[in-house]
Protein backbone atom coordinates (compact mmCIF):
# COMPACT_ATOMS: atom_id res chain seq x y z
CA UNK A 1 0.00 0.00 0.00
CA UNK A 2 1.26 3.44 -1.11
CA UNK A 3 2.10 6.27 1.55
CA UNK A 4 -0.61 8.38 -0.26
CA UNK A 5 -3.32 5.30 0.52
CA UNK A 6 -2.04 5.30 4.16
CA UNK A 7 -2.40 9.12 4.77
CA UNK A 8 -5.58 8.89 3.41
CA UNK A 9 -6.65 6.21 5.77
CA UNK A 10 -5.28 8.31 8.28
CA UNK A 11 -7.13 11.58 7.30
CA UNK A 12 -10.29 9.09 7.57
CA UNK A 13 -9.33 7.68 10.83
CA UNK A 14 -8.99 11.45 12.39
CA UNK A 15 -11.87 12.30 10.94
CA UNK A 16 -13.76 9.86 12.93
CA UNK A 17 -11.77 10.80 16.28
CA UNK A 18 -13.65 12.01 19.10
CA UNK A 19 -11.34 15.28 19.00
CA UNK A 20 -12.08 16.21 15.48
CA UNK A 21 -15.94 16.05 16.21
CA UNK A 22 -15.96 17.79 18.84
CA UNK A 23 -14.38 20.48 16.92
CA UNK A 24 -16.65 19.87 14.17
CA UNK A 25 -19.87 20.61 16.17
CA UNK A 26 -18.47 23.14 18.03
CA UNK A 27 -17.51 25.42 14.76
CA UNK A 28 -20.87 24.54 13.37
CA UNK A 29 -22.39 25.56 16.80
CA UNK A 30 -20.55 29.17 16.71
CA UNK A 31 -21.18 29.37 12.69
CA UNK A 32 -25.07 29.20 13.53
CA UNK A 33 -24.58 31.94 16.47
CA UNK A 34 -24.02 35.52 14.85
CA UNK A 35 -22.87 37.16 17.79
CA UNK A 36 -20.11 34.56 18.79
CA UNK A 37 -19.51 34.71 15.13
CA UNK A 38 -18.71 37.95 14.90
CA UNK A 39 -16.13 38.02 17.93
CA UNK A 40 -14.57 34.76 16.31
CA UNK A 41 -14.02 37.17 13.25
CA UNK A 42 -12.69 39.45 15.30
CA UNK A 43 -9.96 37.19 16.80
CA UNK A 44 -9.03 35.26 13.65
CA UNK A 45 -8.46 39.42 11.83
CA UNK A 46 -6.00 40.17 14.33
CA UNK A 47 -4.09 37.15 14.73
CA UNK A 48 -3.88 37.39 10.75
CA UNK A 49 -2.22 40.90 10.93
CA UNK A 50 0.11 39.54 13.57
CA UNK A 51 1.21 36.44 11.23
CA UNK A 52 1.24 38.58 8.13
CA UNK A 53 3.88 41.04 10.42
CA UNK A 54 5.85 38.05 11.60
CA UNK A 55 6.11 36.35 7.70
CA UNK A 56 7.39 40.36 6.72
CA UNK A 57 9.92 39.75 9.42
CA UNK A 58 8.48 42.09 11.43
CA UNK A 59 7.62 42.18 15.18
CA UNK A 60 3.93 43.13 16.43
CA UNK A 61 4.16 46.12 19.09
CA UNK A 62 3.60 45.03 22.52
CA UNK A 63 0.21 47.25 21.92
CA UNK A 64 -0.82 45.02 18.90
CA UNK A 65 0.12 41.44 21.08
CA UNK A 66 -1.29 43.03 24.40
CA UNK A 67 -4.49 43.74 21.91
CA UNK A 68 -4.77 40.14 20.96
CA UNK A 69 -4.36 38.74 24.36
CA UNK A 70 -6.94 40.97 25.73
CA UNK A 71 -9.19 40.45 22.67
CA UNK A 72 -9.08 36.57 23.19
CA UNK A 73 -9.75 36.82 26.86
CA UNK A 74 -12.71 38.94 26.04
CA UNK A 75 -14.20 36.56 24.12
CA UNK A 76 -13.79 33.67 26.00
CA UNK A 77 -16.72 34.49 28.15
CA UNK A 78 -18.53 33.75 25.24
CA UNK A 79 -19.57 30.14 26.06
CA UNK A 80 -19.52 28.83 22.03
CA UNK A 81 -16.11 29.93 21.78
CA UNK A 82 -14.73 29.13 24.64
CA UNK A 83 -16.14 25.80 23.86
CA UNK A 84 -14.77 26.18 20.20
CA UNK A 85 -11.04 26.73 21.70
CA UNK A 86 -11.44 23.67 24.21
CA UNK A 87 -11.88 22.21 20.96
CA UNK A 88 -9.24 23.38 19.02
CA UNK A 89 -6.96 22.99 21.78
CA UNK A 90 -7.96 18.53 22.33
CA UNK A 91 -7.59 18.44 18.39
CA UNK A 92 -4.11 20.61 18.63
CA UNK A 93 -2.84 18.13 21.63
CA UNK A 94 -4.41 14.86 19.42
CA UNK A 95 -2.08 16.06 16.15
CA UNK A 96 0.80 16.69 18.10
CA UNK A 97 0.75 13.33 19.42
CA UNK A 98 0.39 12.17 16.14
CA UNK A 99 3.23 13.60 14.57
CA UNK A 100 5.44 12.51 17.51
CA UNK A 101 4.76 9.43 17.26
CA UNK A 102 5.08 9.74 13.07
CA UNK A 103 8.41 11.58 13.93
CA UNK A 104 9.96 9.11 16.18
CA UNK A 105 8.69 5.85 14.16
CA UNK A 106 10.71 8.05 11.31
CA UNK A 107 13.61 8.53 13.92
CA UNK A 108 13.42 12.22 13.38
CA UNK A 109 13.91 13.19 17.20
CA UNK A 110 17.18 13.77 18.45
CA UNK A 111 18.17 11.72 21.25
CA UNK A 112 18.60 13.89 24.45
CA UNK A 113 22.43 13.91 25.55
CA UNK A 114 23.19 12.65 28.93
CA UNK A 115 26.23 14.31 31.31
CA UNK A 116 29.55 12.27 31.61
CA UNK A 117 29.99 11.09 34.58
CA UNK A 118 31.29 13.85 37.03
CA UNK A 119 30.47 16.49 34.53
CA UNK A 120 27.74 19.30 35.67
CA UNK A 121 25.27 19.18 32.62
CA UNK A 122 25.73 22.34 30.45
CA UNK A 123 22.79 24.66 30.73
CA UNK A 124 22.21 24.20 26.67
CA UNK A 125 21.36 20.32 27.63
CA UNK A 126 18.66 21.00 29.99
CA UNK A 127 16.45 23.07 27.16
CA UNK A 128 13.94 20.98 25.73
CA UNK A 129 14.44 22.31 21.70
CA UNK A 130 14.83 19.73 18.92
CA UNK A 131 17.51 22.61 17.84
CA UNK A 132 20.85 22.08 17.20
CA UNK A 133 22.24 24.32 20.11
CA UNK A 134 26.30 25.43 19.91
CA UNK A 135 28.03 23.47 21.81
CA UNK A 136 26.27 20.72 22.73
CA UNK A 137 27.20 17.22 21.29
CA UNK A 138 24.70 14.82 19.87
Known amino acids: ?4 QKASELAKAIKESPEYQRLMQARKVVEEREAAKIMLQDV ?8 EKYAAGEQP ?6 DLKR ?3 LVS ?3 YIRDLFDAEFAFSKMMA ?3 EIIAGDLGLELPEPQPKQGESEPAAARTSS ?3 VPGRDF
Do not use: C, D, G
Not at 61 to 66: D, I, N, R, T
Open 1 to 4: MSVK
Open 44 to 51: EKKQNRLR
Open 61 to 66: SEAELE
Open 71 to 73: TIE
Open 77 to 79: FNP
Open 97 to 99: EVW
Open 130 to 132: KLW
